[in-house]
């Protein structure tokens, strides 16, 4: 069984200021790792994935999140934030293998004020 | 339709009731989840489809969860006597097909409140 762990419950920050959200996973398998974005009284809508390849994923609104696999990480990145970047990230995994479910972490709420 | 349809959007109950929840997948998608969202707490997987089918039930947290698909398309999520600890946000997504790479669709959610 996998697992996903996100440390920070909540992260406040600067509109401008860069901003690194923690996902860190357990798997005893290789894994395909995704972001999902939830804006406020919204379905949660796919921010980017990592299936293969390049470590550094790039994302839709200028996110990317870089895939180590030493340090089972896959944190979200972005170098300049904007207020309406202001919603809850979720970190997710699932087994390449056997097509089970998608396991996904407890989400950081990302505020960004001026 | 374009995207995960869920109904009703919110649902404020009486403890003991029954509920039904509704979910209308994208068109041709043949895998569809149910999670649950409470409240701080991130998603808690609860029964997935294949076509008309349920491989998966693992999640649902007792008897009084049950969940149908017909004609591969429409799920019903049903939540019978309904208890306090059942208020949450039940999410429905969709997916092309089984797979790990398939990405999920999901819908906006159905609020439950449970008095």
């Known amino acids: 069984a996998q697992s996903v762990t996100q440390l920070d419950s909540q992260v406040p920050v600067f509109e401008e200021a860069p901003v690194e959200l923690r996902c860190n996973y357990s798997?005893?398998?290789?894994?395909?790792l995704f972001w999902y974005v939830q804006y406020p009284n919204q379905g949660l809508q796919l921010l980017l994935k990592y299936l293969s390849g390049s470590t550094l994923v790039k994302g839709i609104n200028g996110f990317e999140a870089e895939f180590n696999k030493s340090q089972t990480s896959f944190h979200l990145r972005k170098p300049s934030v904007h207020i309406s970047d202001t919603a809850e990230y979720f970190c997710?995994?699932?087994?390449?293998?056997?097509?089970?479910?998608?396991?996904f972490g407890t989400g950081t709420r990302l505020q960004v004020t001026l | 339709g374009a995207g995960v349809s869920q109904s009703p959007s919110n649902k404020v109950t009486e403890k003991g009731k029954d509920v039904e929840l509704r979910c209308d997948p994208i068109s041709g998608h043949t895998a569809l989840y149910w999670y649950r969202q409470r409240l701080g707490q991130g998603l808690e997987f609860l029964i997935y489809?294949?076509?008309?089918?349920?491989?998966?039930k693992s999640g649902l947290p007792s008897d009084r969860f049950s969940a149908e698909r017909t004609g591969e398309s429409v799920s019903t999520l049903t939540i019978q006597r309904t208890q306090q600890e059942d208020s949450a946000v039940y999410l429905c997504?969709?997916?092309?097909?089984?797979?790990?790479?398939?990405?999920?669709?999901f819908g906006a959610g159905s609020r439950l409140t449970v008095l």
């Open positions: 489809f294949q076509g008309n089918s349920a491989p998966d």
């Open positions: 997504a969709s997916s092309l097909s089984r797979g790990g790479a398939n990405v999920l669709t």
């Open positions: 997710a995994v699932i087994n390449t293998g056997t097509a089970s479910k998608l396991t």
């Open positions: 798997s005893s398998v290789s894994v395909y």
